[in-house]
Nanobody, 124 residues
Framework: QVQLVESGGGLVQPGGSLRLSCAASGRTFSSCAMGWFRQAPGKEREFVAGITRSGGNTYYSDSVKGRFTISRDNAKNTVYLQMNSLKPEDTAVYYC?????????????????WGQGTQVTVSS
């Protein structure tokens, strides 16, 4: 079992920044690939970013590439999502997810554990 708790969401103006955190407990965090997903009202949950077990490789959706950065600290059992140059279309509930097979994939179905989500609202 892996328990995930996200934090750091909130209201920010367009062009602003936020850093999301996801604290993990339970199963060895460092054995899991991690992903960030988001879900806007009326839309399907979509992949935002992913990171391999060691943090050596990262992956991003085209919509956030160059603006968002995923990172992890295995000593602190935490994964982060630094979000810069935020746009209104980034407004969504953001979820972190753990993949126990250690593979970063964009599909929701391949992730084994999910956090409860944190709301990010980008608005002036």
């Amino acid at each position: 079992q892996v328990q995930l708790v996200e934090s750091g969401g909130g209201l920010v103006q367009p062009g602003g920044s936020l850093r999301l955190s996801c604290a993990a407990s339970g199963r060895t965090f460092s054995s899991c690939a991690m992903g960030w997903f988001r879900q806007a009202p009326g839309k399907e949950r979509e992949f935002v970013a992913g990171i391999t077990r060691s943090g050596g490789n990262t992956y991003y959706s085209d919509s956030v590439k160059g603006r968002f950065t995923i990172s992890r600290d295995n000593a602190k059992n935490t994964v982060y999502l630094q979000m810069n140059s935020l746009k209104p279309e980034d407004t969504a509930v953001y979820y972190c997810a753990a993949q126990t097979r250690g593979l970063v994939v964009a599909s929701v179905a391949f992730y084994d554990y999910w956090g409860q989500g944190t709301q990010v609202t980008v608005s002036s």
